[in-house]
């Protein structure tokens, strides 16, 4: 189930896989907390690693994306994994 339908956090797509990805893997350690507390730990991590930002959308609301650094750093990890398809025996 995607967090958006649960939380007041709005995330575009590609920050949304990340922050969820993120979520299965330290939920069962943090049992105590709610999801709407690990997935706000999570974005200010995100946040002070610089690899989100927060930003208004058109109707003033805050909204959470993925920072260009970010999204070049997941460019970069992509075409270095199909380069290394390319020379897949």
């Not at 989100?52 to 260009?68: F, Q």
């Amino acid at each position: 189930m995607p967090l958006l339908s649960t939380m007041k956090l709005r995330m575009d797509k590609t920050l949304q896989f990340w922050v969820d990805a993120a979520y299965e893997h330290i939920k069962s350690s943090n049992a105590k907390l709610s999801r709407g507390q690990l997935v706000a730990q999570i974005l200010r991590e995100y946040e002070r690693r610089g690899d989100a930002m927060r930003c208004l959308n058109r109707h003033g609301k805050i909204i959470w994306k993925a920072s260009p650094w970010f999204l070049s750093m997941l460019a970069d990890a992509e075409r270095d994994a199909r380069d290394d398809l390319a020379h897949w025996p």
